[in-house]
RNA sequence: GGUCUCUUGGCCGAGUGGCUAGGCGCCGGUCUGCAAAACCGUGUACGGCGGUUCGAAUCCGCCAGAGACCUCCA
């Protein structure tokens, strides 16, 4: 339990790092034995399980004479017949791609539990039935998961679903890919695995330097769910800066200026941006329209393109959507210039004793100030309405 | 060995028959005292070989390479 909880902890402050939200309920298997008994109890009484020794095993045989094992991952039943390695300490199952509902425990088994059957515990596949059909009901619509999980786990999920309540419990399966990094399967075997924590603070010997959580959420949100995904240091570099941009103008939107008429269509953005989410949540194109209206948001602000009061309005608030709520980024930069009220003055000075030295023509003592500020991460950009200063 | 999937420009990554995806980088320009940012411009990309079609990255076949699952644990 103790080492349970160990990585509960670490995933759960990841998670929250990468702005991913808290679900209403983790439920455990071990906490949910009754309710996978009873499960077993059903698929027996129903007629697709049988018990032999102690533990009982779903009959895939008899279930695909009525239904369809298979139907998830594409394959048939013979294909699997001819094809599944055989396993010893298979030999009392009537058929070896049957899959084990309750194991008989062997005596230095520790998890355990009492059952009429034996004392043992119940099969993998059975927990995620047991505990979804509690907490979603017996119909629900979406169910999602890595693809690697496709086969068998899920297809059991579905043959139990059906064995026990006569139906199919999931609406919509969403599989999404894995991860690979420089361009090999990540794998401990290949010594190539990377934490989360080790992106977040660059303490990996592939990674040239640290990626905050969100640009690891950008990146990710960049390839299509059912892609794999690739990691490597060109790549997040680039998420990085690229997050940068979208950023800066998500800040730019509250200093733009309206105008009477808008020459930039804000119906249609939010109209591409909508459509890609609902083909398939197609988030590489919903960021690529995002980016047009980064463009159409500099362009605003350099006065290339007007928008009206109305408009400008839309735009904040589907920007504040798409970004925030949708996409779920959120500030990670300590935003100083706000929230720190003495670090600001300091920089308001230095600035002002800049402009100065500019208007002296002292670019030595000017450059001098946006260098140094530089080195201790504050970056300096001016601009025609004045200095923007920004903690790096 | 079986089943399935993938191979896109310097890098990443969308795109299922005809229309500029997008990001990062490179190069040139505008602006600026310089820099940065921003804006503008710039890419005969679709693994190879055939086939179908008026037209293919997109459909079909073969070949090559990569990956997932086919077993325990979840």
Same mark, same amino acid.
């Given at each position: 339990?103790?080492?349970?909880?160990?990585?509960?902890?670490? %995933?759960?402050?990841?998670?929250?790092?990468?702005?991913?939200?808290?679900?209403?309920?983790?439920?455990?298997?071990?906490?949910? &034995? @009754?309710?996978?008994?009873?499960?077993?109890?059903? &698929?027996?009484?129903?007629?697709?399980?049988?018990?032999?020794?102690?533990?009982?095993?779903?009959?895939? /045989?008899?279930?695909?004479?009525?239904?369809?094992?298979?139907?998830?991952?594409?394959?048939?039943?013979?294909?699997?017949?001819?094809?599944?390695?055989? +396993?010893? =300490?298979?030999?009392?199952?009537?058929?070896?791609?049957?899959?084990?509902?309750?194991?008989?425990?062997?005596? *230095?088994?520790?998890?355990?539990?009492?059952?009429?059957?034996?004392? =043992?515990?119940?099969?993998?596949?059975?927990?995620?039935?047991?505990?979804?059909?509690?907490?979603?009901?017996?119909?629900?619509?979406?169910?999602?998961?890595?693809?690697?999980?496709?086969?068998?786990?899920?297809?059991?999920? $579905?043959?139990?679903?059906?064995?026990?309540?006569?139906?199919?419990?999931?609406?919509?399966?969403?599989?999404?890919?894995?991860?690979?990094?420089?361009?090999?399967?990540?794998?401990?075997?290949? =010594?190539?695995? @990377?934490?989360?924590?080790?992106?977040?603070? #660059?303490?990996?010997?592939?990674?040239?330097?640290?990626?905050?959580?969100?640009?690891?959420?950008?990146?990710? +949100?960049?390839?299509?769910?059912?892609?794999? $995904?690739? %990691?490597?240091?060109?790549? +997040?570099?680039?998420? /990085?800066?690229?997050?940068?941009?979208?950023?800066?103008?998500?800040?730019? !939107?509250?200093?733009?200026?309206?105008?009477?008429?808008?020459?930039?269509?804000?119906?249609?953005?939010?109209?591409?941006? %909508?459509?890609?989410?609902?083909?398939?949540?197609?988030?590489?194109?919903?960021?690529?329209?995002?980016?047009? #209206?980064?463009?159409? @948001?500099?362009?605003?602000?350099? =006065?290339?393109?007007?928008?009206?009061?109305?408009?400008?309005?839309?735009?904040?608030?589907?920007?504040?959507?798409?970004?925030?709520?949708?996409?779920? %980024?959120? /500030?990670?930069?300590?935003?100083?210039?706000?929230?720190?009220? $003495? !670090?600001?003055?300091?920089? *308001?000075? !230095?600035?002002?004793?800049?402009?100065?030295?500019?208007?002296?023509?002292?670019?030595?003592?000017?450059?001098?100030?946006?260098?140094?500020?530089? *080195? @201790?991460?504050?970056?300096?950009?001016?601009?025609?309405?004045?200095?923007?200063?920004?903690?790096?």
């Amino acid at each position: 339990m103790e080492v349970v909880q160990k990585y509960m902890n670490t %995933f759960h402050k990841n998670m929250e790092a990468l702005n991913v939200l808290p679900p209403n309920i983790e439920p455990r298997a071990s906490g949910h &034995i @009754i309710e996978q008994q009873k499960m077993i109890d059903s &698929i027996l009484k129903n007629g697709f399980g049988y018990e032999v020794n102690g533990s009982v095993y779903f009959d895939v /045989e008899k279930y695909n004479q009525q239904h369809n094992y298979g139907k998830l991952s594409g394959r048939n039943l013979d294909d699997i017949k001819t094809n599944t390695r055989v +396993l010893e =300490g298979q030999s009392e199952k009537k058929n070896s791609y049957d899959f084990a509902l309750w194991k008989k425990a062997t005596p *230095e088994h520790i998890m355990r539990w009492p059952s009429r059957w034996s004392d =043992g515990f119940p099969g993998w596949h059975l927990e995620c039935s047991a505990m979804s059909t509690k907490y979603l009901g017996e119909q629900f619509d979406i169910h999602g998961g890595g693809m690697d999980l496709t086969f068998p786990h899920h297809e059991c999920e $579905i043959a139990q679903s059906v064995a026990s309540q006569g139906k199919e419990a999931v609406s919509y399966w969403m599989h999404n890919n894995m991860i690979t990094i420089n361009g090999q399967k990540m794998a401990r075997s290949l =010594g190539n695995f @990377i934490t989360l924590d080790e992106l977040f603070t #660059g303490s990996h010997e592939i990674l040239t330097q640290a990626y905050s959580p969100m640009t690891i959420r950008f990146f990710i +949100l960049q390839a299509h769910y059912r892609s794999t $995904i690739d %990691f490597s240091n060109e790549a +997040l570099q680039a998420s /990085e800066k690229g997050l940068e941009r979208l950023m800066a103008a998500v800040k730019t !939107l509250n200093e733009l200026i309206a105008s009477e008429k808008s020459t930039v269509n804000i119906s249609s953005l939010k109209e591409k941006c %909508f459509s890609a989410l609902n083909d398939d949540i197609n988030s590489p194109i919903a960021i690529a329209h995002l980016f047009d #209206g980064v463009k159409m @948001i500099n362009s605003i602000k350099t =006065g290339k393109e007007k928008i009206s009061v109305a408009d400008l309005n839309e735009l904040k608030l589907f920007y504040k959507n798409m970004v925030f709520d949708i996409l779920g %980024f959120k /500030e990670e930069q300590s935003s100083a210039s706000g929230d720190n009220e $003495i !670090l600001g003055k300091s920089i *308001e000075l !230095l600035l002002t004793l800049r402009n100065e030295a500019k208007a002296n023509k002292d670019w030595g003592t000017a450059d001098k100030i946006r260098d140094e500020l530089n *080195e @201790i991460g504050i970056e300096l950009k001016d601009t025609k309405g004045g200095v923007d200063w920004s903690v790096k």
